[in-house]
Each structure stands twice: as C-alpha cells, then as structure tokens.
C-alpha cells in the first residue's frame, strides 16, 4: 500500500535544522560568534574569514523516526517497522534543514574601539509540520469509515537567501557589551503555507456504498521565485544573481548583549531575524477552499440522453469549492531565533598560568544556554548545558549537552584552535550516535577557517 | 422500459474517468465491490466492460454478475489482478451493462411494476510505494 514514498521523503532530510548553534554560541571568541550574538565580545584587532570557508554549516532533523527505526538490519520486517514507526508517530512532527555558507566575512576595530564586523552568507531553510493525519492517509488510504483527516496542523515553508549584513559591538563599560547587525536579504525563492483547516473523511452513503467529504478546507500556499511565466534559466548563474540582490530584497536586524554580572558570572542574550523580505518577483499563491461531499456517480442508464458523469462531477466540484491563483505580492518574515546564556567562568587565572593564551581570566567555564525560534510555522526551543575549557595556549574546546525536540541525548563537541593568525574551529553535535548516524533523530556540524590579528598590547 | 413502455433486455450506461499514467508503477490491485437488490422475480446479470479510445472492449470484469430474482442485498467483490492491471492503463471508458434475462413463465415486466433494481458500487485502488 502507500509505505514507502512517504518515508524516502521523510528520511532525506535526516541531516539538518533549528539552527541551534549550541556548540558554536559565546564559543572561543570567534568572530562567528558575532552572527550568533552581535553583542558578543572579541579581542581582535581585526579578522578576516577565509572566502568561502570561514563557515560551512549544516543542520537536520526529523522529530518523526530515524532511519535506522527503519532500515535496521535486526531481522523485523521492515513493513512492521514501518507499522510501528506510524504507530509512534506523533500528532504532528516536524522535518527540517539548514544550510549556510558564508561566503565573504571579516571585521575590525574602530578607532573609538567598537568593532565593526561584516559580510556576505548564503542560507537554505527547509521546515514542514506533518500531522498524523496525512501520514495515516498516505500509509492506509481512506479505509478507515468516519475518520477524519485533517490538515490543521499542515505548515511547511523552505527559503533560499542571499544575505549582507554589517553589525557594531560596542563596550558599554566594564560590564555591558551590546551590539546590533543589519542585514539585506535577498531571496532565491521562497515557499510558505500556514494557517490550513479542513479535513477529508469518507462515511457510509445512502444511494451508493461511500459518500466522500472535504470539510471546510481552507488552503493557502504562497509561492516566490518557483514558477516562471518567462523564458528564464534555472541555472547557477541564475541563482549567484538572485542571491546578489536580483532577487526578492528584504531587511532584518540582530541585537545582543553581554553583561558580567560579576567577574565570574556572564548573562548574555540575542534576538536574530528580526526580519521581513517583500515578495514580489514570479509571485503565486495557491488558494483551495470549500466543501465538497459526493456519493460517486448515480448511473442512470438513459442512452437517449447519455450523459459525461465525469465533466458533471468536476463541474460540481469547481461551482462548490475555490482553486485559485494570485499574483499578489506578499511579505514574508523570517524566523526569529533567540538565544541566552548564563555562565560562570572558574579556574585559573592567566596570570598565574603556565600557558600565555591572553584570553579572558579563566580557563574553564560552565554554563547554562537556551535557544528558540519563533515563526508562524513552528516553534522551537532548546536547552543546553557546556563546560568550556582552554586545553593550552593554542586550543580551546567546548562540550554540550542539548536537550530539545529530537533528543534528550545530544552530546556536542567544539574545538578552536588558534595558532599564530591561524584560527580553525570545528564543532559537531550528536556525537553519541556517531556509533550509528542512522539512528539519529538530528544532527548538525559547522566548519571554518579564519586570519584573526590581536592587538600586541 | 423503453420510450414505448416495452421491456427491454439489456442497458447500458459509460463513464469517463480520468486515469492518471503516474499511478501506473504503484498500483497493485483495484477491488470492485458491487452491491445489488433484487425485488423483480427476474434475474438479471451485470457486466462491466473497460472499452479502449477506439471503443474496442478491452477487458471484461470476471465473472459477470448475476443477481438472482428477489434477492436481499448481496454483496459481490471482484478483483483485478495485478497481471490485467495494464488494461485500466489502456481504458478510455468503462461500460455497465445490465441484461435482464426472460421470464420463466413469458410474462413482462410492465410500466405499473414497483419492483426494484438497486446498484450500488465503488472501487478500491492498492498502491504499494516500494519503487523509489
């Protein structure tokens, strides 16, 4: 019956989302840091990021099964896994993906002593709200008499960007640091449905053996830069222009702060994406909404006047519901994620130190992290602790322990390790399933390579 | 009846529903289920017939239908196996034909009969997703 599809589609996207930085957030004063909280503090005199490499990212998930719940080679048949995989499936799970790649980055420090940081990234986003419901339709049909199948729960949007952004981090005094990022965006496409109703159910009819229902459906999808009514190329240089500013534009901006509450305890915060990209380039919207019922077709074997039952039915269902497309323009926002920090830092001081790595007082620092996102499609929150450490002059690391959607289990490890301009972080989470990735719910991983030049002093 | 009020032995009714070709790969088994009443004292026999776009009959339901006289509703399930499953590809219309088969004793069926013939039915698709 209808198994398979769903799941290959599901499963593919077992690499990437939330965007949950956990690893990577207040790490080691990189200046990545800054994308993560504007208001972060950096010691450099000035940084620039390898082109290309100074961040790779990517993140995933499926909150639904993994695929190993699927494919293991355990000797149960994969058709009862995959029975059982839908019987745990929750009301609504949600898959996703995100990718970056900062293409251009660098920052330096201004003579009043902020620090002014900028650069160009690229970003693909990808999130879909399943409900049960269709994954009961798609898995056993409409067999089930009188059961509803609704898509109230249905939201998805998928985005790729172009993004230029320019932010400040400013010391207040002593204790605060605040900041703030602008950022242009520049849209590829965009793919957004929100808000459904309506369901889908079949019962016992009365002049035929089913009467079918859509019940009160009211759908909406907004579409950017999908379809095309001209003769336009889908090719790379296609996307690199649209990325650049050719494509549909839009404003955001990140604020942050850092406050020691003391010399050891450090608070810090940050809204990212306060943002908006208008929608007005190869803009559709799809619109279906109305009730339907049917009982099939009531045969009535006239051959003087024979009749199309088929073009009759459909013409019953056009007079009974709305399919429509818009051209409209449409905003969209995008996701806003925040991000908070409370920290003690403990251990030896520099001073006292064998080791001269001239960054902040202590070596180890703990601390508690929470993230979120907060869209119209979903919302997400996160909760990390992580114990940083300098391991000698020329490498820090940073381990995690995440709690959120996918897993109560998401061991994380960042290393940075500086030598001389030299700067080239790694940091991955999950790493307890790296035994079996197949049986991760999610997993992420970001990479780069920066020049980072200090002041002497 | 015809337009004279005249018994006659057999109708036949069409309908044309779109058959999507991208469904072709995933289909497994179609399922009629046809569910008949019978207050005539005639018996009567149903066939469904797939017709190509030429209006060539392709594919004959098996077995025909019969529907005793006065019969209660009964229910019947005929399956297409997936070996014929190629015949629905190739259909342009399907055909239901009644024959109503002859009195034991002459007699016909008259415009004053309140006997019923009721036919109700539906079809079930089985897909199976396996193919990526």
């Known amino acids: ?457 | 009846m015809n337009d004279f009020n005249q018994e006659i032995r057999f109708t036949s009714d069409f309908i044309e529903p779109p058959i999507i070709d991208e469904s072709k790969p995933y289909l497994e088994k179609v399922e009629f289920t046809v569910i008949t009443k019978n207050t005539f004292n005639r018996n009567f026999k149903l066939s469904i017939t797939f017709y190509d776009a030429f209006g060539a009959p392709i594919y004959v339901l098996q077995p025909i239908i019969n529907v005793p006289e006065n019969s209660p509703e009964l229910t019947k399930i005929i399956e297409i196996p997936k070996s014929d499953i190629p015949f629905i590809y190739n259909t342009k219309y399907f055909g239901f034909t009644i024959f109503l088969s002859p009195s034991n004793d002459g007699s016909v069926i008259s415009i004053s009969d309140t006997s019923k013939f009721d036919l109700k039915s539906s079809a079930k698709l089985f897909f199976n997703y396996r193919k990526i």
């Not at chain 1, 009365?206 to 830069?225: A, C, E, P």
């Not at chain 1, 001239?358 to 620092?365: E, I, S």
């Open chain 1, 1 to 457: 019956m209808r198994k398979c599809n769903l799941f290959i589609f599901l499963l593919v996207f077992v690499i990437g989302y939330t965007q949950n930085k956990q690893v990577l957030y207040d790490f080691a004063g990189l200046p990545q840091t800054l994308l993560l909280n504007p208001g972060a503090e950096v010691e450099n005199k000035f940084h620039v990021g390898l082109p290309l490499f100074s961040q790779v990212s990517a993140q995933g998930g499926f909150t639904g099964f993994s695929t190993y719940d699927i494919f293991a080679d355990n000797g149960i048949d994969i058709n009862d896994k995959i029975k059982a995989a839908v019987n745990k499936y929750g009301t609504a799970e949600f898959v996703s993906f995100n990718q970056q790649l900062e293409v251009l980055s660098g920052g330096f420090r201004l003579p009043n002593n902020d620090y002014l940081s900028f650069g160009f990234y690229e970003e693909v986003d990808f999130l879909a709200k399943i409900p049960r419901d269709m994954v009961d339709l798609f898995y056993e049909g409409n067999t089930v008499i009188d059961k509803r199948y609704s898509i109230k729960r249905l939201t998805a949007r998928a985005e790729m960007l172009g993004v230029l952004h320019a932010g400040l981090s400013k010391k207040i005094n002593e204790k605060w640091n605040v900041g703030a990022r602008a950022k242009i965006y520049s849209s590829v496409f965009n793919v957004n449905t929100k808000s459904n109703s309506g369901s889908f159910y079949t019962e016992e009819g009365t002049n035929n053996i089913y009467r079918q229902h859509l019940d009160n459906v009211n759908f909406l999808m907004q579409t950017s830069g999908i379809f095309f009514h001209n003769e336009e190329e889908i090719d790379a240089s296609y996307v690199k222009s649209k990325l650049l500013f050719g494509g549909n534009l839009g404003f955001g901006v990140d604020v942050g702060f850092t406050h020691h509450y003391s010399k050891q305890w450090t608070i810090t915060g940050s809204i990212l994406d306060l943002g908006f990209i208008n929608n007005s380039k190869n803009v559709e919207t799809f619109i279906a909404k109305g009730d339907y019922e049917v009982e099939g077709v009531q045969l009535i074997f006239d051959s003087n006047n024979p009749k199309n039952y088929w073009s009759d039915l459909k013409g019953e269902f056009d007079n009974s519901t709305v399919l429509d497309t818009l051209y409209k323009n449409y905003i969209s926002f995008r996701p806003v994620k925040l991000n908070g920090s409370v920290s003690y830092s403990f251990g030896r001081k520099y001073d006292d130190c064998r080791f001269l790595i001239g960054q902040g007082l202590y070596t180890n620092k703990m601390g508690f992290q929470l993230f979120s996102t907060v869209g119209a499609v979903h919302s997400y929150l996160a909760g990390t602790l992580f114990y940083e450490r300098w391991i000698n002059k020329y490498l820090q690391a940073k381990l995690t322990y995440t709690v959120d959607p996918y897993s109560f289990s998401n061991v994380g490890l960042g290393l940075s390790a500086k030598i001389g301009i030299v700067n080239l972080y790694f940091t991955a989470d999950n790493l307890l399933s790296l035994n079996n990735i197949y049986n991760a719910k999610s997993a992420s991983f970001q990479f780069g390579l920066n020049f980072i030049f200090k002041n002497k002093n």
